[in-house]
């Protein structure tokens, strides 16, 4: 514009000063060299306005070529843009179809002008493992850390595929490295307790399940579970390779919350049972019984092989005076009595705890009794009795 100005007043003043000069038009000598060029003012004049107006005709027209050109590669550009976006939606689609090969050929194929490439990568992984193309997976998966490195998007897709695969080792490595900057987030700690307990991995998942329960990503009854199946777990490992020994100095040195959990106590018994430490087993679990009537661990005093039953009956007796109405004792009872074979008395224990809750051990432990009693009559009445109970009900 101020160009423009500039040749307008330069023309005005060539037409009033012009006739002015027409009397008076000056001279004006140039020489360069052995060249001389000689004018009058008035053609100097106007020969300047010229030229400085082909010099701004001529910038116009390179402006408006250069205009025209950038429009161009814009549109271009914009088309290739467009494509790609539309080949990346394809392509998401014909993976949620289940078409992976599909999927990956133009998820891949419009990753160069898509408007986020990472994306199009960590789908093109996706649908690599989804073919079984470990190998190709990766490439793709560096292609994604490539554009950026410190995306946890990448990290995580990476570690969820891994998993997918049954790459649980990989997996945790993955994770292991994201942890210490991003120890707060949800997917990354739920799919490290995952793979946990897919490798049976006990002590980490234990020291691990008090932070997924405070930043809630489990909930309390969940954490309850997965802290039994853990502990349970890991004393299965300790007796494995230390044996009873070793579940016992474990079990010793666990927290007194801990030791007082039914389910952890009924473990112990068992693993201890296994190895033929029937007689240590027994002194946690009485002392267990002195606090808790948990039916479950009741149940398990007739399944221990003792050498003396007096003392274990003597405590199941104690239990039936603050709880006369346990079927559990009931039977533990009569099954004690009937190692001792005390028949009378373990027969009116099982015939109790049939009363309570009728039971198919219950009815085969006392029809075992009454035959020792020489009551086949009464046996072969409950026989079929049994037989009814144990028969599904008709509709």
């Not at 373990?346 to 009794?369: M, S, W």
Request: glycine share 6%; hydrophobic share 45%.
């Amino acid at each position: 514009m101020i160009k423009l100005l500039l040749l307008v007043a330069a023309l005005i003043a060539g037409i009033v000063v012009g006739p002015m000069l027409a009397g008076n038009q000056g001279y004006v000598l140039i020489s360069v060299a052995n060249q001389t060029l000689e004018m009058s003012l008035t053609t100097l004049i106007l020969l300047v306005v010229v030229l400085f107006g082909a010099f701004f005709l001529l910038e116009t027209i390179i402006k408006r070529l250069l205009s025209v050109s950038s429009s161009t590669r814009g549109w271009f550009s914009g088309r290739k843009a467009r494509k790609a976006r539309h080949q990346t939606s394809t392509g998401l689609m014909k993976a949620i179809e289940g078409d992976w090969k599909q999927a990956e050929k133009l998820v891949v194929k419009a990753a160069k002008h898509s408007d986020a490439p990472l994306l199009n990568y960590l789908a093109a992984a996706e649908a690599a493992q989804s073919q079984g193309d470990t190998t190709q997976r990766d490439e793709y998966l560096k292609l994604a850390a490539d554009i950026d490195g410190q995306n946890l998007a990448v990290a995580l897709t990476r570690a969820k595929l891994q998993f997918r695969q049954q790459q649980y080792e990989q997996a945790v490595a993955t994770l292991q490295d994201l942890k210490q900057n991003n120890s707060r987030n949800p997917v990354l700690l739920a799919l490290l307790k995952d793979c946990y307990l897919k490798l049976e991995d006990w002590k980490p998942l234990l020291a691990l399940l008090p932070h997924l329960s405070k930043l809630g990503v489990i909930s309390a009854e969940e954490a309850a579970e997965l802290e039994v199946k853990a502990e349970c777990g890991l004393m299965t490992h300790i007796t494995q390779q230390n044996g009873s020994e070793g579940l016992m100095g474990h079990w010793n040195s666990l927290n007194r919350k801990t030791k007082q959990r039914p389910e952890l106590i009924g473990c112990f018994v068992k693993l201890m049972s296994r190895h033929n430490a029937d007689s240590e087993a027994y002194t946690v679990l009485r002392d267990a019984l002195k606090k808790s009537s948990d039916e479950g661990l009741i149940s398990l005093v007739p399944a221990l092989n003792l050498s003396d039953y007096h003392p274990a009956i003597v405590r199941l007796q104690d239990l039936l005076r603050f709880d006369s109405s346990n079927p559990s004792t009931h039977s533990a009872l009569g099954q004690l009595f009937m190692r001792e074979e005390k028949w009378e008395e373990a027969k009116q224990h099982f015939e109790r705890a049939i009363e309570l809750r009728p039971n198919v051990a219950d009815y085969g432990f006392l029809i075992e009794v009454l035959e020792k009693l020489n009551d086949s009559k009464a046996a072969a009445d409950l026989s079929r009795e049994a037989l009814t109970l144990a028969l599904p009900a008709k509709s």
